[in-house]
T-cell receptor, first 114, second 116 residues
Framework: KAGVTQTPRYLIKTRGQQVTLSCSPISGHRSVSWYQQTPGQGLQFLFEYFSETQRNKGNFPGRFSGRQFSNSRSEMNVSTLELGDSALYLC?????????????FGQGTRLTVV | AQSVAQPEDQVNVAEGNPLTVKCTYSVSGNPYLFWYVQYPNRGLQFLLKYITGDNLVKGSYGFEAEFNKSQTSFHLKKPSALVSDSALYFCAVRDMGGGSNYKLTFGKGTLLTVNP
C-alpha cells in the first residue's frame, strides 16, 4: 500500500507570492491533517479535513487555507508569503481521524521563502 | 488545553545500553498518547500508541513505552540501543475528552544520539 505522498518535496518562493502544496493520503483514509514544522516552534497543527469538511483549525492567520477533494486528496494554500513561513509542511492521514488512531505522515514539503 | 513536555532536548547513549526518552503530558480528560520518530529530511514515522489497557505498550523496532497516570508520563524505552536508532523523537497526545478536537499536540522533540 502506498504511503502518504506530498508534492512537491521542495519549493523556493519569494515574499508576497502564494503557494499550493498537495497531499495524497493512504488509499481509503478519509482524514487529512496538516502540520508546520520549524526549528523554533516545533510541530504546530494547521487544520484537519474529513470527508471534504474542515473539522478543526489551528492558530494560524487566514493566509493559511486548505481544502479536501472527494477522493480525499488535500491541498493547502499560503498566500502573501512571509519569510517566517519557511518551514517543513507535513501532511498526515488516518482512516477515520478518530482520536485513538495513529496518523501516518508524508515526507513533507520543504518551503523556503526568500 | 492539552500539552506535552519532553524535558530533554538531547539524549546520548552508548550502543547496547538501554535508552529512555522522557515525556510528560497534560490533558483535561484521559489521554491518547503516541510516539513518533523522524529521520533527517523525512516525515514522522509512527512507533507506538497508548489507548487503554496495559500500561506497557510495545511498538516497532523493539521500542516500548510505559504509561504512568499518576505521574502523567509516557516514557519511551528500548533495552539495547542501536546506532541506527539515532533520530529525533516526538511524543504526542490527544485528549480523549476533546470532543471534536482531532489535533495531535506534539512535544518539542528529543534528539537521540547512539554512540558506537
Amino acid at each position: 500500500k502506498a504511503g502518504v505522498t506530498q508534492t512537491p518535496r521542495y519549493l523556493i518562493k519569494t515574499r508576497g507570492q502564494q503557494v499550493t502544496l498537495s497531499c495524497s493520503p493512504i488509499s481509503g483514509h478519509r482524514s487529512v491533517s496538516w502540520y508546520q514544522q520549524t526549528p523554533g516552534q516545533g510541530l504546530q497543527f494547521l487544520f484537519e479535513y474529513f470527508s471534504e469538511t474542515q473539522r478543526n483549525k489551528g492558530n494560524f492567520p487566514g493566509r493559511f487555507s486548505g481544502r479536501q477533494f472527494s477522493n480525499s486528496r488535500s491541498e493547502m494554500n499560503v498566500s502573501t508569503l512571509e519569510l517566517g513561513d519557511s518551514a517543513l509542511y507535513l501532511c498526515a492521514s488516518s482512516l477515520q481521524g478518530s482520536a485513538n488512531t495513529e496518523a501516518f505522515f508524508g515526507q513533507g514539503t520543504r518551503l523556503t521563502v526568500v | 488545553a492539552q500539552s506535552v513536555a519532553q524535558p530533554e532536548d538531547q539524549v546520548n547513549v552508548a550502543e547496547g545500553n538501554p535508552l529512555t526518552v522522557k515525556c510528560t503530558y497534560s490533558v483535561s480528560g484521559n489521554p491518547y498518547l503516541f510516539w513518533y520518530v523522524q529521520y533527517p529530511n523525512r516525515g514522522l514515522q509512527f512507533l507506538l500508541k497508548y489507548i487503554t489497557g496495559d500500561n506497557l505498550v510495545k511498538g516497532s523496532y523493539g521500542f516500548e513505552a510505559e504509561f504512568n497516570k499518576s505521574q502523567t508520563s509516557f516514557h519511551l524505552k528500548k533495552p539495547s540501543a542501536l546506532v541506527s536508532d539515532s533520530a529525533l523523537y516526538f511524543c504526542a497526545v490527544r485528549d480523549m475528552g476533546g470532543g471534536s478536537n482531532y489535533k495531535l499536540t506534539f512535544g518539542k522533540g528529543t534528539l537521540l544520539t547512539v554512540n558506537p
